[in-house]
């Protein structure tokens, strides 16, 4: 049975940071590629980061220079780095794999104020 819990969001003032994190279960964690989406309120869910299972990185052009994906094969957690937070990264993050498993979290939110 696949779960995916995410936690370590909150509410922060711009230019804060957060890490969140994102234990999973269910799946052969070390050969799949993970992401980290957000759904802001009216908005469609987004991928904003994604690691392979070598480790290679990408990013969306958004959160670009100010986000960081990583993870702990051993540990079977990908984390989410978010450091200058700006107002338009509050949403509702989650974790999943790529392509997307059927199976969602309950996302963590995060807020960010102005």
């Known amino acids: 049975q696949v779960q995916l819990v995410e936690s370590g969001g909150g509410l922060v003032q711009a230019g804060g940071s957060l890490r969140l994190s994102c234990a999973a279960s269910?799946?052969?964690?070390?050969?799949?590629?993970m992401g980290w989406y957000r759904q802001a309120p009216g908005k469609q869910r987004e991928l904003v980061a994604r690691i392979d299972s070598g480790g290679t990185t990408n990013y969306a052009d958004s959160v670009k220079g100010r986000f960081t994906i990583s993870r702990d094969n051993v540990e079977r957690t990908v984390y989410l780095q978010m450091n200058s937070l700006k107002p338009e990264d509050t949403a509702v993050y989650y974790c999943n794999g790529i392509p997307s498993l059927a199976t969602w979290g309950q996302g963590t939110q995060v807020t960010v104020s102005s």
């Open positions: 269910g799946i052969i964690f070390s050969q799949r590629q």
